[in-house]
């Protein structure tokens, strides 16, 4: 079954997708497949633009007892709610709710970083800047990999990850550290320095020099931390 509606898929025949994953989903309802294939079929929904019925999916997914496509489906369900109601007033706020409720629900997917980060977009949005900041120092302790705003308010995702590039930087002073260690310094650390003296002053001025100081003082740290 998987095979064929995989098939069905890159031949763009979604119909005949979407039958054979709900024909094998009728046929072995306890299987752990089961979520593959309704993921599947939402996936279509949403390429297709079809939004309402990618919904219905992926809320079949979010009720079963126990899968591991849950954090991409609450995820979907959230990008999903934020383009159907982008014309809406209050469509905004109801993918927010959803993008929180991915990170709250799911901390430890790579999904949390990326709800997390939508979160830091719309407090910015907002001008709620206190709020913002606050979640982006979450980011930085729980997921350093994750996607980041630039100044501009543009979704990144660092490639190489933040700890390859920072490790990349150590081989070539000849020190070798993992990412692991990496992403371990620059969590423990950026916590550490936002409460220092030196930390707080510089995130009152947003000056590019400023901003350069900053993080030239986080950097030494860290690699101090490496050594």
């Not at 999903?80 to 709710?97: F, L, V």
């Not at 650390?189 to 901003?211: C, H, I, K, Q």
């Not at 993080?215 to 931390?225: E, I, L, P, T």
């Amino acid at each position: 079954f998987k095979t064929k509606w995989e098939l069905h898929m890159a031949s763009d025949d979604f119909d005949s997708a979407i039958a054979t994953c709900s024909l094998f989903n009728r046929l072995y309802p306890d299987s752990p497949l089961v979520d593959e294939a309704l993921m599947g079929i939402a996936r279509i929904r949403l390429d297709n633009r079809e939004y309402h019925e990618a919904l219905r999916v992926l809320r079949q997914i979010l009720a079963l007892p126990k899968s591991q496509a849950k954090p991409e489906a609450q995820f979907r369900v959230a990008e999903a709610t934020e383009t159907a109601n982008a014309a809406r007033s209050d469509g905004r706020e109801a993918a927010i709710q959803q993008y929180k409720l991915c990170a709250e629900r799911y901390p430890d997917s790579p999904f949390a970083g990326q709800s997390l980060a939508k979160l830091v977009d719309y407090h910015v949005e907002m001008k709620d800047f206190a709020q913002a900041n606050e979640l982006l120092e979450q980011i930085f302790q729980d997921h350093p990999d994750a996607v980041f705003l630039d100044a501009q308010g543009t979704l990144l995702r660092a490639h190489p990850s933040v700890s390859a590039i920072y490790a990349r930087v150590c081989r070539g002073f000849g020190k070798r550290v993992s990412s692991s260690e990496v992403a371990a310094a620059v969590r423990d650390l950026w916590a550490e320095f936002n409460a220092s003296p030196e930390g707080r002053a510089a995130g009152y001025d947003t000056s590019d020099e400023a901003t350069k100081q900053w993080w030239a003082g986080f950097n030494s740290r860290v690699f101090r931390r490496l050594e």
